[in-house]
Antibody, heavy 118, light 110 residues
Framework: QVQLVESGGGLVKPGGSLRLSCAVS????????MNWIRQAPGKGLEWVSY????????YYAASVKGRFTISRDNAKNSLYLQMNTLRAEDTAVYYC???????????WGQGTLVTVSS | QSVLTQPPSASGTPGQRVSISCSGS????????VYWYQQLPGTAPKLLIY???QRPSGVPDRFSGSKSGTSASLAISGLRSEDEADYYC???????????FGTGTKVTVL
């Protein structure tokens, strides 16, 4: 069955960096476009970034543009999010979510917690 | 800051019908499809409605979506205790060149 598993979260100091990964199984990863979505503790959902199936088209939320980089490796069925210059307000659970055709964010991982604190 | 506005809460008794609104603008709901997600406590969100009113396989027909102009709504009929969750609308915003989520609505079954 479809499975998305995030990893790489943890505690990092302000200004630090972290790389999140999302391992995918159960579907043809290279046919799907992918997103990162985050949720601060006790808050709502915030879309972070999108990458097309080929990786050629990428979008970012204004709040992370210039600091975060999304990428994918279709040979490894994996999605990544490189997060630099982290701020306290980046503290959240980060979810990877797959989209196919009209079904946007159809499948989600369980999330990985990123805490930015000194 | 969310650009799609939802009421913070909604409630009903078992069997009742509950409706949740999602208000946007011409750059998002007014020109693009709306999606709805259910987030049960402590879990990842789940796609409930896509393309304004379509249900993915496995989603009960108690859930229905509609869109008119720059607003959309999600209706839950025959409310059940397991429907107690947070619900979010979402869609693409042409001005922002990105997806936007609603502020979220907590549904309580009384």
């Amino acid at each position: 069955q479809v499975q998305l598993v995030e990893s790489g979260g943890g505690l990092v100091k302000p200004g630090g960096s972290l790389r999140l990964s999302c391992a995918v199984s159960g579907f043809s990863f290279s046919d799907y476009y992918m997103n990162w979505i985050r949720q601060a503790p006790g808050k709502g959902l915030e879309w972070v970034s999108y990458i097309s199936s080929s990786g050629r088209t990428i979008y970012y939320a204004a709040s992370v543009k210039g600091r975060f980089t999304i990428s994918r490796d279709n040979a490894k069925n994996s999605l990544y999010l490189q997060m630099n210059t982290l701020r306290a307000e980046d503290t959240a659970v980060y979810y990877c979510a797959s989209s196919y055709g009209d079904e946007i964010f159809a499948s989600w991982g369980q999330g990985t917690l990123v805490t930015v604190s000194s | 800051q969310s650009v799609l506005t939802q009421p913070p809460s909604a409630s009903g008794t078992p069997g009742q019908r509950v409706s949740i609104s999602c208000s946007g603008s011409s750059s998002n709901i007014g020109s693009n499809d709306v999606y709805w997600y259910q987030q049960l406590p402590g879990t990842a969100p789940k796609l409930l409605i896509y393309r304004n009113n379509q249900r993915p396989s496995g989603v009960p027909d108690r859930f229905s979506g509609s869109k008119s102009g720059t607003s959309a709504s999600l209706a839950i009929s025959g409310l059940r205790s397991e429907d107690e969750a947070d619900y979010y609308c979402a869609g693409w915003d042409d001005s922002l060149s990105g997806y936007v989520f609603g502020t979220g609505t907590k549904v309580t079954v009384l």
